[in-house]
């Protein structure tokens, strides 16, 4: 009895500085921040209990949160399938034996690393500038360029193709699925004279599919809380005609700039809610297309 | 070696214990604001006979600002040893939103450069320390006029230090002037002349101005036609007649529309000041405060004159305005050697020979004297016309209301939104009068 006590007590010692510095940065913040949700406060007095009138405005007398709202999903639903895609079509040729395999995964994964550095806004304006490659593509295939920074909609795309452009971690993960579907079964498609595409569709995407719902779950409940990439490159105001303000840059400015922190806490809220809503939604679908081989195939 | 584990462990528990017991004892001090003097005067005794003093100082501005300002900055430490100044600068959108955690964690740097639109909100909510204690001890305000210091003043106290006069101008460049055939710019004109001037820049191909921002120019506006954009008591807007509101955006849409002003999509295409048109000479000039003349003059190749904005009305229309202040924060535990800098800085010849006005036009009569000899054409020039302005002007009037901060954004925002054609000038000015008081109804 004794000494198991004192294992415990070691084990305790080990995890104390997580457990406090969970308790302190996150659990109590959250909980903070769900009072703050009833609350108008302004970060210098002390709160003011008003009820739901905080999100009674967002969904009553505020354009502009629908509006971050609105654009925040078309970035959620262009941006999360053209990743994954993406990351599938690069985790399959990474896939083929090659001797420089190892340096290319590097490669590939680099842009995840940097993504959200200042660095890359500021090579984004140059790819994106006025002559900059993107649009000097454009010309040579006889399109008009684009002022991707001055264009409302053209700047929401610019940060779907940042984000696309970030499959790195998608990338391993369905790198790491494809190595676990077993060679025989290709083997045996092959000799039945498969082709390239029948492979694909009817077994890699089955295979695949546990390990596709995971990076589906993950990734969208990253995109939702994109915050850096819209506020480097809108340079803090969410702008061309509040193009870039993303949800979490439009809580950030009611927080911090407005001082209405009330009300950016609950905005977090009922980002809390959408994303779980999505996630279940993204749960529930998952028995009609997910394949597990362990439930015998079902 | 179980043992030289636990030591280690040992080790980092109790760094880490003190790494938070030092926070504890910083908040302690910060939080109890109520008697400051004692406090802090305590505090500075400990420090100076400690003789070490860290000062933080955070200011916005552009990259020859950060320049000259770190410059100065050394010097100060030169000539006070015992003074170490950590600078924190940033440009103006990311400066106030740096600024608001920090207030909030009452972690603010000692000195904190400061505007008027945002220093009732700062005062009103006690994050900044009254200066008044301050005047004609640590900081020497023999040299400067009564007018100037009051500046800063928010009802009751002195809560930032006025650092220079500022007048709105319009800096334009006479050999592109001279080529869309305009001899001179008149002293006065009307806003239907500057239309014509600017249709004349356009049918020569170039612009005449890149915009004017929307709550600067908007306010002059309206004070030339006999309200402000802030009613007096900070309660609500300041003018009745959504008809100015119209008439005001309705010129800066056409001037868009006969491309005498870079569409909003090109401004927003730029990387930075350096390639505006303007400064590439590719349009007349800009309307801005008098001291971004310097600034201006540095970036571009080209050289620029003064002339006045638009309007008849001149007179009523400008205004001298503290183009920027030195606030103390309120849980600066050194507030005198944070003082004793704001002295160096508006009373020091040599510091001032550094500034050269970029903070406009220097407070003390002694040091605009002092470096008369040292300033360039361009620096006169700009002393010049706010010398003018401030015999051609009438007084600024109550400072901008906490909430300002917001309520330019909003006003930005819809300027921006009837630049694209999203919204008509009459439904803006319905929506911008719904949300500004909204905001200051609150």
Known sequence: MQTHMKQNLWGYLFIGPFIIGFLAFTIIPIIASFYFSFTSYDLFNSPEWIGLDNFKEMFTSDP??????????????????????????????????????????????????????????????????DDGIVNLALMTMGIDPVRWFGNPTAALWMLIFLSVWQFGSSMLIFLAGLKSIPQS????????????????????????SP??????????????????????????????????????????????????????????????????ILTSLIFFSSKYWVHYESEGGR | MKKSLLVLLGMMMILWLAACSGDDSSEDTSGDTDDTSEETDTDSDSEASGDQVTLRIAWWGSQPRHDYTLEVIELYEEQNPNVTIEPEYASWDDYWQKLSPQAAANELPDIIQMDLSYISQYAENGQLADLEPFLGSEIDDSNIAENTIEGGRINDGLYGFNLGSNALSFQYNPEILAEIGIEEIPETYSWDEYQEMAQQAADAGYYFDNGMQADVFFNYYLRQNGARLYAEDGSGLGYDDDQLFVDFFTIIQEQVEVEATPTPDFMAQLAGPEDDPVVLG????????????????????????????????????????????????????????AAAFIDFWVNDVEANKLILGDRGVPVSSVVQEEIADDVSEAQQAVFDYVAWAEENSTPMGAPDPAGAGEIIEQLTNISEQIAYGEITPEDAAEHFRTQAEGILGN
Not at chain 1, 98 to 114: D, H, K, N, W
């Open chain 2, 282 to 337: 590719d349009g007349v000039g800009i309307f801005q405060w008098s001291n971004q003349f310097v600034g201006l003059e540095d970036m571009s190749e080209h050289t620029f004159a003064f002339a006045t904005p638009p309007g008849e009305n001149l007179e009523d229309g400008l205004f001298l305005k503290p183009s920027m202040y030195f606030s103390i924060s309120e849980n600066s535990e050194q507030k005198e050697a």
């Open chain 1, 211 to 276: 390990v596709i719902l995971f990076n589906a779950v993950m990734q969208t409940i990253a995109a939702f809380m994109t915050f850096v990439p819209a506020y480097i490159i809108s340079k803090g105001t969410g702008g061309p005609l509040d193009g870039t303000l993303l949800y979490s840059l439009y809580l950030f400015k009611q927080g911090f700039e407005f001082f209405h922190m009330g009300y950016a806490s609950a905005m977090a809220w009922v980002m809390l809610v959408i994303i779980g």
């Open chain 1, 185 to 208: 079964y290709y083997e045996a498609a092959s000799v039945d004279g498969a082709s390239f595409f029948q492979k694909f569709f009817n077994i890699t995407i089955p295979m695949l």
């Open chain 1, 64 to 129: 502009r949160y629908l509006h971050s709202l609105k654009i925040t999903f078309i970035y959620v639903f262009a941006g999360v399938p053209l990743r994954l895609l993406f990351a599938l079509v690069v985790a399959m040729l990474l896939n083929t034996a090659s001797r420089a395999v190892g340096l290319y995964r590097t490669l590939y994964y680099l842009p995840s690393l940097i993504g959200g550095s200042v660095a890359v806004a500021i090579m984004w304006r140059q790819i994106f500038g």
